[in-house]
Every structure is written in C-alpha cells, then in structure tokens.
C-alpha cells in the first residue's frame, strides 16, 4: 500500500501547529493552502483533499476509486453520501456518491462509479484520472443509515448503481460480524451490469447469515435468478416473511416506487427505507409548469420560463442581493442546487448540479431549486 | 461639454453595434477553459511568492540592498494582487471556474477596502453608470472636478495637493469610498446611516493595519522599524500606482461624461457606447498589462467586466476593429500622456471654466463670499 511522502507526514502536523498559531481574523484559508501545498499536495486547513490510491473495474463501465482522505475527514457512516469535485478543463464540478465500502476498512473511501453516457464527471473518472490523481471530498451526509440497534432481519434490494450504499451496509454488517440475517437482491440490465457480483457470491459463500439473489431485467435470467424488474412474486420467493424484515431500498426511482406501492397493497406494518439515485439528467422541459424552490426560505412557487430569476425570487418576497441587473456585476450570484437554467445572455443552458449563476440573467428552464 | 470624437450614431446602429459586442463577448466566454484557469493560478502563484520573498527579505531589512529588494517585491506583490488577481476575480471574472479561492463573493484582497464595499462601489455603481454625472460616484471620488460639467466650489482649488495625497493612500480613499461620507456631508445621507455602514470599514482596517503595522513588524523582533517601514512604503508604492493606472482609465483627455437622463432610455447597445467613450486605454508591453491588472484594456474591461482580464488583448483587437466600423473613438496612449491628460484636468479644473484670469478670481470672491453680485451664469460660460 502507498504511503504519503515523509515530507508530507512531518509536514502534516507542523501546517495544523501553524493554523493554531496564526490568529483566524488573519488566516486567509487559501493563502495558508498555497504554502501548505507546497510541502505536500493533501495539506489543507479545511479541504478533504483524497489521494486515488487504487482503481479497480467492478462491472460494465464501472469503477471503483479507492480515495484516501486527508486528516480533514472524518469518517462516514454506511450508507452516507460525499460530494466528489473533480476539476474539468478548469472548471469544479461536483457530484453526489454513496461510498461502498466499510467505514472501517482503514480510512478510505471507495467510490464506485458508473459511466453514464454523455456523463461528464462520470466520463471523466473512467477517462482521465489516475493513481495518484488528488480530488476533493465533501463531509459524508445523508440520513440512510443502518437502523441503530441493527434489526434481526434485514431485506436490502439494489437497483442498479443504487447498489453502492447498501453495499457499503453490508460491508459493514458482515466486518463487524453482527449475525442479522440478511435477504440481499441485487437487480441490473444484463449480468454484466451486476456491480460486485464476484464479491457478493464469496461474502454470500462465508457467511450463512447472508441470502442472495441476482436479477436481471433486460436479458433472460438463468437458472435460480430473478426474471425481470421487482415484482411482488419475486418477493414471494426471496423473503416469506417482509413483514418481519427490516426493509432497505436503494435505485432507481421506479424502483422505489414498485417497492413502495407494494408494502401498501398488502398493508405492511412498517414503510421500507429507501432512496433513489437516479443519475442527474436534467433537461429543459416544454411544459410552462415549473416549480421555484428556495431551500433556505422553505418557499415554492409556481415558476415562469420567461422571467429572470430574480425578479421572481423578488416576486415571491425574497430580497436576494442585487446590483446592474444586466449581468455585469455579479452582486446577485447564487448557488443553484439543483435545475437548469438559461443564461439570457449567451442563450446557453447549464444543468449542473450545486453551480453559481446571476439570477438577474437567469431564466428557469425546468424546475430549479435555489439556496436562497 | 467636451466635444465628442465619435460620430453620433442611428438607433439602428447603436443595437448593431451592441449586438456585435454580444457576439464578441459569448464567443470568448464559450471559449474559457483550462488556459484561464491555468493563467489566473499563475498570477495567484507570483502573488504568493513574491509576497513571501518581499517579507522574508524585509526580515534581513537590517540590509540596506535587502531593505530596497524586499521592499519593492512586496510592493509589486501588493500590485499584482490588487490588480490582476484581487480585482479581476472580485468583478466574477473566473467565478465560472466555480472553485472558491477565485470566486468573487469569496474572494477578499489585501486591500484596506473590503471585498463587500468595493463590490457594491465599484463592481455595481461604477461599472454600471459609468461616467453618468452624480451617479458614478467614481468620477472625481466625490471631492475631485475633473471635468467642466462639473459645478466649481473654491474647494477644487486644493484638489493638485489633495491629488497627491488621494494617490499616496489610494487604498484608503477606496475605504471609505462606499461610505459616501461627501453625501453626508451635503446632508443627503443620514449620520447614523453612516454609522450603521461603517463597522465593517472598520474591521477591515484594522485587519489591515495590524497586518503590516504590527503583527509582521513583530515578529521581526528587533528588525521591528525596518519591517513596519519596508510594509509602509510597499503599500505607498501599490496606491500610487493604482491611483495612477486607474486615473488614466476614465479621466484621459477625450473621455466623455453624460447626464443622468441618458439612463431613462437607454439600450444596451447605447450602455456599450457609453462605455466605450467613457473609457481609456494604455499602450504597453505585457508585462505593463499585467501589472496594470490588464486596465490597460479599461475599455474592454468596462464592455465586459465579468470576461477574465487575461482575455482583453485579444479582445482589443476586435474592439478597436469595431469602434472604427461605427465611427468611434478609440481612445488610447502611452502610460506618459494619458498621464498627463489625467494630470491637466487635475490643475485645469481646479478653476473655474470661464477663462480670464480675472473673471475666474471674481467668481472665486464671490464663491468665497468676499464680494456680491457676480452672476452665476458666468461660471457656465
């Protein structure tokens, strides 16, 4: 296993003695940055900065990245999810992964990563990083977690890529040898598509507790795997008793709601957990119908694709700052969360996730939630 | 007023012209990537290390040849960082990069004006009602007459010493700038309004202050003065520059000023015509670009002031293209005379417009309140 430089673990501990010295009105956490990348490319005061230490193929046009974080991060919980930046052609994006591995497994964080066409993180990733590459992490978040005390019976289905989370559960479920007896489905396109198959077949073969089951949707399923999308006779046959089990779902959002509609159908006492993680495809819509979401303001309104941002955020009783409202003067930047938006200017449409834009300039084209 | 250079243009044309610059403007943002960011890491680069270097041989200022060298590094880091790193990112130039140490709302300069007030003052005011009489305060900083139009008071008449002290603590006349403290004075804002605004003033500088006048002098021990004094003229050296380089931007000889109504109907292709006749270039070698923080370009940077200033030579060369194909005057020149353009209307418009010597002291008298009767509509004359 690579190690950090000498320089960088002497130099580690004498740039966090520096900040300590240095009074914080007169830290400038940039400058202090500069200098410290200096004595290595990890030291930061505040930055979760990750050494790609390892990158392993998992499945179809998918990657796992072993990431090995900075002293700046501080653990994750199976399950969570990070935000990955990765700077292309000199600008940051930035996207959302669940880690699948442990916690446990000795400071890392393994993000598996599937190519989406015309993905430009995901491309990227497969593409143009490399050991040794440096990306940036965000804190881990999220609230899908394992119930705490872990329940006797645990039911996991796995949509897809969805599988990263509950993966990451079961890692850790399996290394700390809690003995719940777990129903895992694994559902994918084509067999080739079944992210950790290999993996899951050994852990399924040393651990009796565990009970898995592949499906495939897209090709004809062999003998003793499921047959198409999730259906309740394939629950039938995987888990007799759900009623008992606590439920854990993760995928894509048909997925979720096939799960969902059918723990109502039959009145099961507790609503499974679940979350979709559908790939971030947003693209203007035709329909006049959109919603404005002002996170911060807890306020949605009805959305107009013809009107500045602004002055609907004004509309809606907001005060955003502001200043030329022709676009020069980026008194009014704001942090779009999530929507695509187009720049009356240049006409061009932006979908990216967590990007700044000038609302004074910026007309919604689907709908757009805002940190304001 | 001034006589233009540019010939009036049509409705029609002033929309063609406006649209050509559009055009200009989305085919260069379209084209922004790794080269920027890979120019403006450099400049962040020779501001950390020349910074770095300027103090370290400021320690050894015990040394006289040490003293000079490290003095005139940390003054040409303080340029560097004012100009092209700090003003250009704070106008959002590189916010496209989305990365925060080079983001304009981040992003704060060593500077005793913070990014807050220079934002709304310069960012907002200044590039959106350039040269607009009583609205771009930056005309004059309040207490400077620099063109006709302008109403004399006998106070101008100090304005060449006043000149020489605005350019000695530029940065601090850029402090209290967004205070708007000659609109205080006037009575037209409040004095608790003033107080209201001036904490943040405040803080940032006394952030300053303790910076460069005691905690970098300190721990220089007993090299103490030589650090406190090398830190002092370093910054001295920074105003002087950026008062002169930012002068020459909009005070040149064949500048133009408007009135206020311009702004009831106007377009945006006539706000790109205002811009362009509000504004002067300077002639120079890159390295002069550079240390100007490309307001060497003032008319590209004020056409396009979010477009990444590394962008503005080439820029240049199609807005010069441009202006000429409508007919306007591209003001540009050496450093030397637009200096001494600047320079001209500083001592010229210390006085009165009207020209005799004589009629200029009776107005003086009577401004003064010496003499009465004089009649004030001598002073448009």
Known sequence: MPHPSPLASFAAPLTRLLAAAVPRPFLDEHVFDFYASQLGPQLSLNRILARVEAIRPEARDVLSFVLRPNPNWRGFRAGQHVQLTVEIDGVRHTRVYSPSNAPAAGGTVTLTVKRHPGGRVSGFLHERVAVGDIVELSPAFGDFVLPDPVPAKLLMIAGGSGITPLMAMLRDLLARRIDTDIVFAHYAHTHR????????????????????HFGVTAVSALPGELSGRFSGEHLDRIAPDPAERRTLVCGPRGLLDMVNALWQDRGYPEPPCGEAFTPAVVTATDTPEIVLRFARSF????????????????????????GCRMGICHSCTCRKQSGAVKNLLS????????????????VPVSDVTLDL | MTPSLSRPLSREEVAAFGAELDELRNRILAALGEDDARYVR??????????????????????????VLGTLLLGLSKI?????????VMHGQYDWMQDPEFHSQTYDWDNACSAAAWRHSHNYQHHTFTNILGRDRDL??????????????????????????????????????????????????????????????????RRQLLKDYAIFPLLAGPFFLPVLGGNFVANVIRNVWAFAIIF??????????????VLETETRGAWYVRQLKGSSNLNGGPLFHVLSGNLSYQIEHHLFP?????????????????????GQHYNTGSFARQLGGVMKRILRYALPNAAPARRAVSVIAEKLGLVHGVRSSSLAA
């Open chain 1, 193 to 212: 598509d079944l992210i950790f198959a290999d993996e899951l077949v050994r852990l399924g073969e040393r651990h009796p507790n565990l009970h898995l």
């Open chain 1, 299 to 322: 306020t949605d309104v009805r959305g107009d694709t013809g009107v500045p941002l602004l002055v609907q955020a004004e509309t809606a009783g907001l005060r955003p700052r502001s």
């Open chain 1, 347 to 362: 006409g061009a449409i932006t979908a990216e996730p967590d990007e700044d834009i000038r609302l004074c300039i910026s």
């Open chain 2, 42 to 67: 450099h400049v962040r680069d020779a501001v950390r290390w020349s910074e770095l270097g300027g103090r370290a041989l400021l320690f050894a200022g015990i040394l006289p040849p040490a003293w």
């Open chain 2, 80 to 88: 560097l960082e004012n100009m092209e790193l700090g003003h250009n």
């Open chain 2, 140 to 205: 004059g900083y309040g207490f400077l007459r620099l063109f006709p139009e302008q109403p004399w008071h006998p106070v101008h008449l100090l304005q060449p010493p006043l000149s020489l002290l605005l350019a000695l603590g530029f940065e601090w006349g850029v402090a209290l700038h967004d205070l708007e403290l000659e609109r205080g004075l006037r009575g037209e804002k409040s004095l608790g309004q003033i107080l209201k605004e001036l904490p943040p003033v405040l803080r940032k500088a």
């Open chain 2, 248 to 261: 020459c931007g909009h005070f040149t000889e064949h500048v133009e000023t408007f009135p206020e109504s």
């Open chain 2, 306 to 326: 979010n477009v990444p200033a590394n962008r503005y030579a080439e820029i240049a060369v199609e807005v010069k293209r441009i202006a000429g194909e409508y």
